[in-house]
């Protein structure tokens, strides 16, 4: 079973939000999703500095099974990517919510973590989706 921490926000899309201050947040991806992709063998974060817009794709991972697009959960700038994931790309599947953490990101709009989805509401969607 799929560990889902209940101090996090969620997407439907498996992204995880964690935040750390009225301004930032870090983002990866969730244990579900990573159990779901396997082994993972590259991660592509996106750059320092960089605009993103939520629910637009922002980042590459890719496993064994497949690559994926990380969708941005929220808005805002890009002001840290693990640069670790480079050359460890597992630290996603070994410590989804710790080490391997995709992304910093400077807010432009708090509000829009009203919109994402807390650890029960998540829970019920990994159940549906089985």
Request: aromatic share 6%; net charge negative.
């Amino acid at each position: 079973m799929s560990q889902i921490p209940e101090d996090l926000k969620y997407t439907r899309n498996h992204e995880w939000v964690r935040r750390e201050d009225d301004a930032h947040v870090t983002v990866g991806i969730t244990d579900h999703a990573q159990e779901s992709l396997g082994d993972i063998v590259f991660a592509e974060p996106p750059e320092e500095g960089t605009s993103i817009s939520a629910e637009e794709g922002c980042a590459v991972i890719e496993s064994v099974k497949a690559a994926s697009d990380l969708y941005a959960p929220i808005s805002g700038e890009v002001v840290q990517a693990n640069e670790e994931l480079a050359d460890s790309p597992e630290l996603i599947n070994n410590d989804p919510y710790g080490d391997g953490w995709v992304m910093r990101v400077k807010l432009s709009d708090p509000n829009e973590l009203d919109n994402l989805l807390d650890a029960s509401a998540y829970q019920e969607l990994v159940a549906e989706e089985g």
